[in-house]
């Protein structure tokens, strides 16, 4: 028995819902730091950053699924639901953050760093993606809308480049770990892509 056989026959038994579990890990994790006065120098700024973060691992993670079966024979699809709302959870958590407690719920306010700010819009573009992917992921939507659902899950793609262009975008020189994750989300849709594009380079070249 190889190896990715034998994971995947223990995968069978786990249920979802330890992975829902595990998800919150991180939340317990910035809400330990807050309290004991280690999140930094600026509270707020620094929620918002580890709750930034903590969406793109969960963004990023769930690109990772696809491949991992492809290329290693890894099966995790049945907890890609999982690992995507909970991205779409932690993302909410980093908008809530930014609207309640650094905007204070000040309208004007938000449009003005939204205008200052522009990599602020791209971030929410992101967020609304993300709701209609979340919105679409339960077992109704899937039968309602056919071979369509496939199509529009497609936009976790943008959504996921939206973020990375989002946390890119914020800091004044790009670090060392930004260029990680740029490279990481190339390498993932290379590989998510590469299918695609080689049937659809194949069929062009069938005789006819």
Known sequence: MGIATAVNTHLRALPTWPVYLAGLIPLAWVIWLVMSGGIGVDPIKGIEHRLGKIALWFLLGGLVITPLRRLIGVNLIRYRRAVGLLAFFYVTLHLVTWLVLDMELLWRQAFNDLYKRPYLLFGIIGFVLLLILALTSNTASIRKLGR?????????????????????????????????????????????????????????????
């Open 148 to 208: 369509n659902w496939r199509r529009v899950h497609w936009l976790v793609y943008p959504a996921v480049s939206l973020g990375v262009v989002h946390y890119l975008w914020q800091m004044k020189v790009i670090s060392q770990e930004g260029w990680i994750w740029a490279g990481a989300l190339v390498v993932l849709l290379g590989l998510r892509l590469m299918p695609w594009l080689r049937s659809r380079l194949f069929s062009r070249q069938r005789p006819i």
